[in-house]
């Protein structure tokens, strides 16, 4: 994110949490970004989060603001079936 308005400039790989302050931020970070827009149907976001095999996909509003963040879990919600989530729930 950058200033004073919440935009999207990229974002850090796994690894960069675990290792520790080595340098600049912009040196490890990706800015070739993937993103939704929040008008965007749940479903279609579900097909991007499988296609780029995504964990979290950030939202963005018409003018790349960032205005959140999609989970896989919230992927998953959309695409499983509400019987099929009741059955996980009663055999855990």
Do not use: C, I
């Amino acid at each position: 994110m950058s200033g004073r308005t919440p935009q999207m400039l990229g974002v850090l790989p796994p690894p960069f949490l675990r290792a520790g302050p080595k340098g600049k931020l912009a040196a490890f970070m990706h800015t070739d970004l993937v993103t939704v827009n929040e008008k965007d149907n749940q479903r279609d976001v579900a097909k991007k989060m499988a296609k780029y095999n995504l964990l979290a996909l950030p939202v963005v509003g018409d003018e790349e603001t960032l205005k959140g963040v999609v989970t896989v879990d919230d992927a998953l919600d959309v695409v499983l079936p509400s019987g099929w989530k009741k059955r996980l729930h009663e055999s855990a």
